[in-house]
């Protein structure tokens, strides 16, 4: 895990505030890995009273920030950016280009390259007998057409390859933001570039329905987001060629003043009376979007495309479309995985800076200033070799959609081309922080669970989302705290709630384009409640979700165990909470009678005997019925996303929570520091250490259990830090340790030398003890430039000295 920045906002230390710099919050914390940090003792102080306060008078809101810490996608976040904003492709995106630009005249772009880690270790499987597992993002492969090329308006038309076809064309306006056209470029053809022609884009045609317009139109647009069977189709023989219903001709009206000013021959000019109806037409030939989707889906995908890029004959054939989308799932036999794919077809332009003068200019970009040290926080950076200079040397893509009306039939749709970023998406994933990251996948999951499987293809979608946290990543590009991430998402849910409220959902690149515009408002109105019941209650809702993840591999993190978390949270039995044992029947004390025949006394104590052990086998018959319903309701996972949580917990409730937070902070840090970094682990300690003083001011009853969790934190944490004093050593290149000074009469006579700053600080070893076995009380000891004193010669323990 760990943050990340780009090399143009990277978190560094300065005196100075730089512009489009993003450095540390204060200089009161040690920066550690861009992300985690060790604090000093006041400010763990104060961070203990903020939790206290929040789990008194918050306690959903305390109880989700601990759970959502708790849930992992990365092995390390930070080894993964690092590595991706480095590459400008995958090593998989490399080699299938290979074969496409050799077989197909193609190369394709993976734009998810961030969520291809997060399928590596998470998968997406529903609680029950029939849930199917799969990944938890559906992977985006955008296919890039070689035939057309994109060429500006002022160029001379000319091929770029001698052996093989294709078709320039240029950009023509579509009317609205975020839609083009493209126009066949001919050759010796100057006319073309003067032709002026009207298209009305405001007035509806209305569809052959006797209902009404809004049935008709829901009907409509809901017809055109399902996804429908690819029929495929053997007449496209040749690759190397668009069929012909791939163009459509239009002729358009033509001024006469430029058929004579675009006549090169003034010799044969003709008078206007001379002039025929043709002279007055023009004809323009542009790329149908509808039909190279029909091309691409019902014959390159079927035949060859398919099998080139990786899919099985099974997965083919029940592949579905809709406009601009294949949708393709394919099955892993080896982890039993279903791994959904969305093919896109597209063609390359350069970056469209006509469309994106806004997103290029914000003049509305916050900018906010750290008034304690000065720092500058942006996002994206702008300027010279910023984010959004390198975002625009970027190619966008064409994709072949055109834009659908609500009301009404757009007539020009089939000639419409929609303008997609996927490059510009990818590079500025890579560039979140890691609990932004975070925030977007778990919306994925809110999503996945409770949205997608009602509204489909209709709704909200999986880019609205993505899109939606770019805003928020620009709105506040620092409040983005690890520890408090459930009030964070709080908020961005809100806010997403209130973008479904209004119909209006921004592009962050085309601001004018509504991305909710021709959504259906049931299907707005769908994920809008579900969000508002999210706000109202959201603990029993992202214990549903995050119970459908499940970790694929077993040297991962260890999970939060959700189901019994949920069953401390809502029991109402204090006593229950404490020994779980009392849930169970207790055997009845059966009456005993006193005989003074001794016959009858003995006889009588041999029938209470019976009886009892007939009672205490039917309580253990009922006794494993019930661990058995447990067992099976576990594996259910039914969540009552109804049931409220206290608003207050007592103090049975607050200690087997606190327990169960802790201990799963232990083992997260234990594997972080083998897994990512040492700084996450000692984050992750550092927050079982908040809760392990919090659960003593709270609950100072339960002292042995403080104690135990305390010396587990203690030894982890002495582990971690051996370690670093080892990494630290390789670093500076001592080797081994100096020999100990033994009996030294000054601690000024041993040299103290700090190590480079990317190792711990020394500060943080004052109040733990170091071992060392040749120490006798008194002696003093040099250790990788540090200074120690033995303080108990049969323990062996040596204290830090300055």
Partial sequence: MGGSCSKSIKLERSSEAKPGSAMPPSNNTISVGNQFTVQSIREDRLVIEDIKHELKEFASVFILNNILMSVQFFESHKEVITRLQHISASPQEKEMNKTLLKDETMECTYPDAIM????????????????????????????????IEVVNSGEIPQYTSIDKPCYQVKIDEAGRKGFVKLLQVEKNSPMVNSMEYDIDYDNPIPGPSSRSDSEYDYSRITDLRTPKPIEVSDSFERRDTLPKSCFTRIFVACDPKNIFKNDSNNDSEKDMGELDVEDFTKELVYINSNGFMGYFQNGLFPTTLGKSLGFSENAIKSAKAISGKIFCDEFDTQTEVNRPFEVIPAVAIPWPEDQTIEF???????????????????????????????????????????????????????????????????????????????????????????????????????????????????????????????????????????????????DYFIKERNLFENIPKMYLNYAQKLLLDVLANPVPFFIKALGNLRYSSGKFYTPLNLQILYEKIITKSAAIQQNPQLAYNIVPQLKRRIYKDPDRMVQHLKELKRKERIIKDRLRQKEEQQKYEEAEHANKMEIDVEEPIDKELDMWKTKSILSIFIENFIAIGKESAELATISQGLFYLKQATYLAKILEDCCGAFLEDIRHWRRIIAKEEAVIKRKIIRVSSHATGEGKPRTPLRNSTSFNEVPIKFVSETATNPQALRSNNLIHPNLEKGDTYSKNGWAFKAVNSKKKTVVFVE
């Fill in 116 to 147: 291809d880690e997060v399928n590596k270790n998470v998968i997406f499987r529903p609680p029950g007998e029939f849930g199917e597992s799969e990944t938890l993002v559906t992977k985006r492969i955008y296919v890039i057409n070689d035939l």
């Fill in 360 to 506: 290029v200019y914000r003049d509305d970009r916050p900018t906010i200033v750290d008034t304690r040290t000065g720092t500058i926080y942006k996002w994206p950076t702008s300027g010279p070799g910023s984010m959004i200079e390198e975002i625009r040397n970027m190619t966008a893509v064409l994709v072949p959609k055109g834009y659908a009306k609500k009301k009404g039939v757009n007539m020009h749709e089939s000639l419409e081309w929609e303008i997609n970023f996927p490059k510009a998406e990818r590079y500025l994933e890579a560039r979140m922080s890691h609990a932004q990251m975070k925030c977007m996948l778990l919306l994925l999951t809110l999503h996945k669970t409770f949205i997608a499987p009602v509204t489909q293809q209709n709704g909200l979608l999986v880019e609205h989302i993505r899109t939606h946290m770019f805003w928020e990543c620009e709105r506040d590009y620092r409040s983005w705290p690890e520890h408090r991430l459930g009030t964070k998402l709080l908020r961005v849910i809100k806010s997403l709630q209130h973008r479904l409220f209004l119909g209006v959902c921004p």
